[in-house]
């Protein structure tokens, strides 16, 4: 259980620094959306590169991966269901929304809790994969679709090759299923740039902070609150039944399954809703809530599975 909290001090720790920076304005007040910007265009392509490019592709294939894609698309399709029943939004803020209760926190949580608390980070591997692969792509090709204008085939065919984080994705998966040998000239620039991905978010996320409180946003309150109980509770319990009962998975590989389920909202969620300017207040208040929630959520499922 230090792993968890382990994770979740170093995450905060950012996020406050992020705060209080954005307080004092000290890189003034559009700081929060540059950075974003800077996070979207430069440096998180060059760390999701990185990662995919000395990625064991094997990994896709075990069961964790199946797990992660069915686990978060029902999610998403039950926050849809909800949100059809009990509120209507455009098509973009429902997008943000389902993404905010089904986009797991594999990379900045993750790793950390996985090494610490279930002693290797071979559970992260196949979640990442399947969020930056099969999720992603989804996400940001219908947020492009549908807050940039009106869709056409063309427009659908190319937008893998107008997005970054999309074109990174993929050139990552061909050089590591290749075995392609990138010079360190080349390469080491672009770890480099990638360290740096994760603070930038986190900083963007503490800084939009600012002036803001969880459910604030009166308009949104239902959808907050419907996407953060889906993440908590319902993405654990759902995944729990498919890796049990549907793929068989026990103990520790049931157990991790579940772990990498029950991590709250991504940070990244933030950053592609911003990015689009659609369901911000969604996305900022989801990430606050799951990130405080997901703590007694990790306790209860390691007290029941562990």
């Given at each position: ?68 894609l069915l686990g ?79 869709a056409s085939f ?153």
């Open positions: 259980m230090a792993g968890v909290l382990i994770g979740f001090a170093i995450v905060g720790a950012v996020i406050l620094v992020g705060y209080v920076a954005g307080r004092l304005e000290l890189a003034g007040r559009d700081a929060a959306n540059v950075l974003s910007r800077t996070a979207f265009f430069i440096t998180n392509p060059a760390l999701l590169f990185t990662i995919l490019a000395q990625a064991d592709l094997a990994v896709v294939f075990s069961a964790y991966a199946p797990v992660a978060s698309v029902a999610s998403a399709l039950l926050y849809v269901l909800l949100s059809r029943i009990w509120f209507r939004r455009k098509a973009a803020e429902t997008a943000v929304g389902a993404m905010t209760g089904s986009y797991v926190n594999a990379n900045n949580i993750g790793i950390p809790i996985a090494l610490y608390a279930l002693g290797d980070a071979t559970a992260v591997a196949p979640v990442l994969l399947v969020q930056l692969l099969i999720l992603t792509p989804f996400y940001l090709g219908f947020l492009d679709l549908t807050s940039g204008g009106k063309k427009r659908i065919i190319t937008q893998p090759v107008r997005n970054p984080i999309i074109i990174a994705s993929i050139l990552g998966v061909v050089v590591a299923w290749t075995g392609l040998e990138i010079p360190d000239a080349v390469f080491e620039p672009l770890v480099l740039l990638g360290g740096a991905a994760v603070p930038l978010v986190l900083l963007a996320f503490g800084m939009s902070l600012r002036g803001s409180r969880p459910l604030g946003a009166r308009e949104y309150r239902a959808e907050v609150i419907v996407a953060t109980l889906i993440k908590t509770a319902a993405m654990p319990l759902i995944t729990y039944v498919l890796a049990r009962f549907a793929f068989g998975l026990e103990n520790e590989l049931l157990f991790a399954a579940v772990v990498m389920s029950a991590l709250p909202t991504a940070q990244n969620t933030f950053l592609f809703a911003s990015r689009y300017n659609r369901g911000i207040p969604i996305a900022r208040d989801v990430i606050v809530l799951t990130s405080a929630l997901a703590v007694p959520s990790l306790i209860v499922v390691t007290a029941l599975l562990a």
